[in-house]
C-alpha cells in the first residue's frame, strides 16, 4: 500500500523551525548551498521562509577544504559557527548556531530537538542515530520529521520520516540497525588526499542536493509519495524509497497499525 508523508498542517503558512546536526562533509552543502537557496525560494512565492540552527562541536581543518563548503580564513573556526558567518553574511540570514556536540542524555530536552519542526542529520555517527531514535521512539514528539543523510566513500542514502511515538512514515533508524554500527566518525582524514580518497569528490553534495530536494518537494507541495532515495556517484544512479509497505518490508519494518 502506497500512502504519503505530508507536511504537517501546523507548518502551513509558518517559519518553519530547522536543525541541522552535522556541519562536516553534506551538512556544510546542505547549511550554505541548499537551505539558503531553499529559504530564498520559498519566501519568493510568498511563504514564512525557514529558520536554521546549525549544530556542531567540531572545528574547520585544511583538510576539510577540498569537500567541504567553508573558505580558507576559517580553518580553526568552529563549523556551526563559520557556516552560520556565511549564512548570515553572505546570505543575508539570520540563523543561529550551537558550537558544541549535543548531549545524547538530553535529547528529548535540547531546545534544538524541542523546537524544530524538521530535525536534519548529517554526521558521521552510527551511534548518535542510533541514540536519536532511543531517546524519541516512544516520546511524544509531534509533527517532527527527521531527515536523515548518510554516505560511505562512493554511495549513499537521503531517508526522511516521522519522529515521536505517533509515527506512521518510518525513519532512517527504523529501516536500518544502527545499534550494532561501529562509530566511523573514529576515522579523521589529516590531508586533502587521505579525505578524498575515503570519500570521493561529490557525494557529500549529492546527498545534500537529493535532501533539499526532499524538502522542497514536501513543503512546495504538502506531500510526497517519495521520502528517501539511494545513490551511487560512481554508478551515476539513483533510486527512490516511496512511502510503501511493501518496500518497508525489504528492510524488516512494518509499520504499527
Known sequence: MTNKLELPSNLINKEINITLIGCGGTGSHIGVCELTQLDSTIKALGGKGIMVTMVDGSDVTTANLSRQRFFPHQVGSNKAEALTFIANNFYQKEWQCVPQNLDPSTLTRHPCITGADIIIT???SA?????LHQATKDYP???KLWLDCGNDDVSGQ??????????T???VTDLFDYST???????????????IARQTLGVNATAARHASQLLWNIIRFGETDIHGVFFNCLEMTSNPLSVCEEE???YGYTPTK
Open 248 to 250: 518497508w518490508a525489504i
Open 169 to 171: 512514515v518510518p525513519c
Open 122 to 124: 548529517a554526521v558521521d
Open 127 to 131: 551511534s548518535f542515530r542510533y541514540q
Open 141 to 143: 514528539l509531534r509533527n
Open 181 to 195: 554500527i561501529e562509530d566511523e566518525s573514529a576515522a579523521k582524514s589529516c590531508s586533502a588526499e587521505e579525505s
Open 158 to 167: 537521503v531517508i526522511c520520516g516521522e519522529m515521536g511515538c505517533n509515527r
